[in-house]
């Protein structure tokens, strides 16, 4: 009987091991098939669509709400334009001459300029993430440059005019503009709208600044008559540390790297009204690295 056993036993083995193949093969194609309408519900379009879910932490690199700081670098262009304050010296004084009044001598300086600068500084602001995607916030920022940017500019020119009466004159002006930006401070409101890790914004707010200018024009007029009448005059307007005043508007985008910790790439233009009739205008381009709570 021992015998008989241990001969039956390897094929109810074999028996059972067939069974189970055979099992195998019969639901492959019921898996196979699952399979393909599965890889058809993710298909390339709906993975680009988000169907892709993240990890469970990717959340924290999503979230902007609450308070945050940082500091940046940049380059900037100054842009000045000084005719208003020149031609305003030269046409107070030449008011009343006839020169002034047929030839508007005030009116021929033409002096603008612009220089580069690096900036540095910080940042401190609020956002407030009112829905998944749309983040709204305020933000103050103070920059100054090491170096001040300076813009300056000139122009020499020579006119020869004779008046209704028949009076000749002889005209020459060398005009000159200079600005230096020393520092300024910022405050805006922003909107932001999440994409992934990603920040894009637009900001919109006010700025004040420093400024130190010199401005002056030589005047040299020859009276054509007999004898000749020279008169020969400098004007110079000057001020240091005066307070601009102007709007500012900025596009950046910030990059979380970790949860609590964003790179930002900004783009901001600050207009100021004028100071003495000097309007400027400054460009900068920056990166900063910030924190976020």
């Not at 998944?132 to 005019?161: K, N, Q, W």
């Not at 200079?178 to 920040?199: E, I, M, N, S």
């Amino acid at each position: 009987m021992m015998c008989a056993n241990t001969a039956e036993h390897p094929q109810r083995r074999l028996a059972q091991l067939w069974t189970i193949v055979r099992g195998l093969a019969l639901a492959a194609p019921a898996i196979v098939a699952a399979g393909l309408a599965q890889a058809a519900d993710l298909s390339d379009g709906d993975f680009l669509r988000g169907a892709f879910v993240p990890p469970s932490g990717f959340a924290s690199y999503s979230r902007w709400n609450g308070f945050y700081f940082g500091a940046d670098i940049g380059r900037s262009r100054l842009n000045a334009d000084f005719n208003d304050n020149l031609r305003s010296q030269l046409a107070t004084f030449l008011r009343g001459t006839t020169i002034e009044q047929e030839a508007q001598v005030s009116k021929m300086p033409d002096v603008q300029g612009s220089g580069m600068g690096n900036v540095w500084g910080g940042f401190v602001g609020y956002n407030w993430q009112t829905s998944p995607d749309l983040v709204l916030g305020i933000e103050g920022a103070y920059h100054t440059a090491p170096t001040a940017i300076r813009a300056s500019g000139s122009d020499l020119i020579g006119r020869s005019f004779t008046t209704s009466g028949g009076t000749a004159y002889d005209i020459n002006l060398n005009s000159r503009g200079r600005l230096d930006f020393k520092d300024y401070g910022t405050f805006r409101a922003r909107a932001g709208y999440v994409w992934g890790q990603f920040l894009p914004y637009a900001g919109l707010g006010v700025s004040v600044a420093r400024v130190s200018y010199r401005t002056s024009t030589d005047v040299d007029i020859v009276q054509q008559s007999v004898p000749p009448v020279t008169v020969t005059q400098s004007l110079v307007s000057q001020k240091q540390n005066a307070i601009a005043y102007g709007a500012n508007l900025a596009l950046g985008v910030d990059v979380t790297l970790l949860p609590n910790m964003f790179l930002r790439g900004e783009y901001e233009y600050a207009a100021f009204a004028p100071v003495d009739g000097i309007r400027a205008n400054l460009s900068t381009f920056r990166v900063g690295l910030g924190a976020k709570f």
